[in-house]
């Protein structure tokens, strides 16, 4: 595979063009990657809405028919549901994990069995969430394990 990187002209804005003779899974993950670091949702807090940047996102989680969305220290209110979530975001770095929990995989930064065949995933901030044993097969087939 060649890589060639230029520099824009100025005021042109940064492009991506990718060649391939076929899109395959690999490249399709690629693509996505890219497309997720400058997605942004926005979500709901005291002060208003804001445009939160997909990638400081740790896990979306339903409590009450309401979506919050964890970051490292901050809480936000998301209106969508949490299936909405999962479907705009099932080819990129998030996964459900339980009936109201979608974890964003690269937050993880360990993964310890529990009895009954669920899974704890403790994230980079601190937090632990729950993996229920209907998602462990997915999480793992996501993970390369």
Do not use: W
């Not at 899109?23 to 997605?39: A, F, G, T």
């Amino acid at each position: 595979m060649k890589i060639t990187i230029e520099t824009p002209r100025q005021g042109e804005e940064d492009e991506i063009i990718i060649r391939c003779a076929s899109l395959d899974e690999e490249m399709m993950q690629l693509i996505y990657k890219l497309r997720m670091r400058r997605e942004k949702l926005p979500v709901f807090c005291e002060s208003g809405i804001q445009m939160l940047p997909l990638k400081e996102i740790y896990y979306f989680e339903s409590v009450d028919n309401r979506v919050f969305a964890y970051c490292k220290k901050e809480v936000y209110e998301v209106h969508k549901k949490l299936y909405e979530l999962e479907q705009d975001y099932e080819n990129q770095d998030f996964l459900r994990v339980s009936k109201s929990t979608i974890v964003h995989l690269p937050k993880i930064s360990h993964l310890s069995p529990l009895f009954n065949g669920r899974f704890e995933a403790k994230l980079k901030n601190g937090e632990k969430v729950i993996i229920s044993r209907q998602y462990v097969a997915m999480m793992k087939k996501k993970l390369g394990i």
